[in-house]
């Protein structure tokens, strides 16, 4: 199996070919539903193409919707079964309860989770570092994460429980 990267000079789509065929393989994420915080630049905007090439469908959030709605569109041209954004703030727990349920009228079933707003504030030493920076930091990046888990959880099916935390980091999650 090999994989190739189709591009129209917009967008990029990755097929993975099976050896000696030519033959497109189905992707396994495609038409699963995949959740990714933080979707409007960077790492998850990324992410969201990436799994656009898959055909995946996609759930967008993030606190600049303009951005978010051109990160869809985006994926929608690059393949996406289907791609939707809505307005999410990650360190407010009302603003996570009004996602989920915004989603829950998209799908009944989330298949991936991937907790990646968040970002680094300040690049000052400890004994210079601010409370302001800190708060949102911790509100961001770990509550956060707590956050979000909590309300998707009971769309993902138990068996398909796998958590993605920022930047590439993974893990099995069984019993969550
Ligand atoms: N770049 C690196 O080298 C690096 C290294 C280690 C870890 N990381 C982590 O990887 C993640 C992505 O980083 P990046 O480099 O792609 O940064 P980025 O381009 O600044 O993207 C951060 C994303 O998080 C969203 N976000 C920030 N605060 C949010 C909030 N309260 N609620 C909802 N969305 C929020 C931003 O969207 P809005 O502003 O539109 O809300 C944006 O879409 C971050 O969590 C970062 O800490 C990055």
Same mark, same amino acid.
């Given at each position: ?24 393989? +189905?992707?396994?994420?495609? $038409?699963?539903? %995949?959740?990714?915080? @933080?979707?409007?630049? *960077?790492?998850?905007?990324? =992410? ?57 009228? +998209?799908?009944?079933?989330? $298949?991936?989770? %991937?907790?990646?707003? @968040?970002?680094?504030? *300040?690049?000052?030493?400890? =004994? ?49």
């Amino acid at each position: 199996m090999s994989e190739t990267e189709h591009s129209d000079g917009n967008s990029s789509t990755r097929k993975q070919v099976v050896a000696g065929t030519g033959k497109a393989m +189905k992707s396994r994420l495609k $038409d699963k539903w %995949i959740l990714i915080t @933080g979707a409007s630049s *960077g790492f998850g905007a990324a =992410a969201a193409r990436l799994f656009a090439g898959h055909e995946a469908k996609l759930l967008l959030g993030a606190r600049r919707i303009d951005r978010l709605k051109k990160v869809a569109a985006e994926a929608r041209k690059a393949g996406a079964r289907e791609a939707h954004c809505h307005k999410l703030d990650v360190s407010q727990t009302s603003s996570v309860k009004a996602f989920v349920e915004w989603a829950r009228t +998209k799908t009944s079933q989330v $298949d991936v989770l %991937i907790n990646n707003a @968040g970002g680094a504030l *300040g690049a000052d030493t400890v =004994a210079e570092g601010k409370d302001e920076d800190w708060e949102t930091m911790l509100q961001t990046n770990v509550l956060g994460v707590l956050r979000m888990t909590r309300a998707v959880l009971p769309l993902i099916p138990p068996r398909r429980r796998q958590l993605h935390y920022q930047y590439g980091l993974f893990r099995r999650a069984h019993g969550l």
